[in-house]
C-alpha cells in the first residue's frame, strides 16, 4: 500500500498507477541491493570456484545440452542432405529418361524422312526430259508393233 500512497503523493491521483510507482521504487532499491552484493561478492566466488575446480556438474549439464543440440542439428542437416541427394538422383534419372526419349524422337524422324525421301523417289521417277522422251518412244513403238 506504501506504492499507492507514493502515487498519490506524486500527483498523479491514480491509485494503480501509484502502485506500479512504487513497485518500481522498490524493485529499483533491491536491484540496486541485488547489483552491489554481486559485484561484492564476485571476487568470492570466483576464488571458491578456482580452489573447487569450477562446478562440473552445472558445467555438465550445460555441455549436455550444447551437445544434444548439436546432436539434433546433425540429424536435420544430414536429413536435409540426403533428401537433396535423393532428389539429384531422380533429377538425373528423370533427364537420362528424357534424354532417351528424344534421340528415339530423333531416329523416328530420321526414318521418316528416309521413308518420304523413298516415297518421292518412287513418284518423281520419269518426270525428268530424258525418262518422258523414253517413255513416249516406247509408247510410240508399242503401238507401231501392235
Same mark, same amino acid.
Given at each position: 500500500?506504501?506504492? &499507492? ?10 491509485? !494503480?498507477?501509484?502502485? /506500479?510507482? $512504487?513497485?518500481?521504487? *522498490?524493485n ?14 564476485g ?5 571458491l ?6 562446478f562440473?556438474? &552445472? ?10 543440440? !548439436?546432436?539434433?542439428? /546433425?540429424? $536435420?542437416?544430414?536429413? *536435409? ?11 538425373k ?54
Amino acid at each position: 500500500m506504501a506504492g &499507492a500512497g507514493v502515487g498519490f503523493a506524486s500527483g498523479w491521483g491514480n491509485a !494503480e498507477r501509484g502502485a /506500479q510507482l $512504487g513497485g518500481d521504487v *522498490t524493485n529499483r532499491r533491491y536491484n540496486t541491493a541485488m547489483r552491489d552484493y554481486t559485484h561484492q561478492t564476485g571476487a568470492l566466488d570466483k576464488q571458491l570456484e578456482d580452489e573447487r575446480g569450477g562446478f562440473p556438474l &552445472a558445467e555438465a549439464q550445460a555441455k549436455l545440452s550444447q551437445t544434444a543440440f !548439436e546432436n539434433w542439428m /546433425q540429424v $536435420g542437416k544430414l536429413g *536435409t542432405e540426403q533428401q537433396v541427394a535423393k532428389a539429384n538422383i531422380q533429377n538425373k534419372s528423370d533427364l537420362n529418361d528424357v534424354k532417351q526419349q528424344m534421340v528415339h524422337i530423333a531416329e523416328l524422324r530420321e526414318s521418316d524422312q528416309k521413308q518420304a525421301q523413298n516415297d518421292r523417289d518412287k513418284f518423281t521417277v520419269g518426270s525428268d526430259q530424258k525418262s518422258l522422251e523414253a517413255e513416249r518412244k516406247g509408247r510410240h513403238t508399242s503401238i507401231e508393233n501392235y
